[in-house]
């Protein structure tokens, strides 16, 4: 066990619609971060989050978007879902200034 | 953007042999890492290296920060069955509020049949 948990860990749904991913960081990481991995691109960062504010912003679509609460756990919202975006999903976290870091298992998202 | 590019893709062990492989990238990074990868898994950090030129090891895995910051290897020595696995390396640069990870593709260690 990592630390970092990841909710829920298998997903299916229809073209069109919305999820959310859930991501609870290790205890005393105050830095979440947010890939996707597919299996023709690998592992794409999508956005960071410090302590509850966006920090960076990689390829993430607009039709995505992420938020940190107060509780430093972590959503990503996915919308419009299509086919491409079937993958899986992780989320990581870090202390402040951490290297390397501490993944979830991640979720695997199935748009059918 | 900064790319990295890993090889081998993929590649076949024995039980004993030693392996490497390599990443190298269109830029410099400050940081440079090493994941393994099982099925099923995330993503668990092996080696981290913060000087050009540093040598790292863990174990059996032996990994290097390249001198011109651009490129980093790992080697296994002896691998056994359980090495299997995607392994990944990724750089990073640390400046202002940003420290994401920049990732290859990844090499996939499969056993020899």
């Known amino acids: 066990d990592s630390g970092v948990t990841q909710t829920p860990k298998h997903l299916i749904t229809a073209t069109g619609q919305r999820v959310t991913l859930r991501c609870s960081p290790r205890s005393g990481d105050l830095s979440v971060y947010w890939y996707q991995q597919s299996l023709d691109q690998g592992l794409q960062f999508l956005i960071q989050y410090y302590n509850g504010e966006e920090r960076a912003k990689g390829n993430i679509l607009e039709r995505f978007s992420a938020q940190q609460f107060p509780d430093l756990h972590s959503e990503l919202n996915l919308s419009s879902l299509e086919l491409g975006d079937s993958a899986l999903y992780f989320c990581a976290s870090s202390v402040v200034g951490g290297l390397g870091y501490t993944f979830g298992s991640g979720t695997r998202l199935t748009v059918v | ?113």
């Open chain 2, 1 to 113: 953007g900064q790319q990295l590019n890993q090889s081998p893709q993929s590649m076949f062990i024995q039980e004993g042999e030693d392996v490497s492989m390599n990443c190298t990238s269109s830029s410099i990074f400050n940081t440079w890492l090493w994941y393994k990868q099982d099925p099923g898994e995330g993503p668990v950090l092996l080696i981290a290296l913060y000087k050009a030129g540093e040598l790292t090891s863990n174990g059996r895995l032996t990994a290097q920060f390249g001198i011109t910051r651009k490129d980093s290897f790992l080697n296994i020595s002896a691998s056994i069955p359980s090495d299997v696995g995607i392994y990944f390396c990724a750089g990073m640069n640390y400046g202002g509020s940003q420290g994401n990870l920049i990732f290859g593709k990844g090499t996939k260690l499969s056993v020899k049949p």
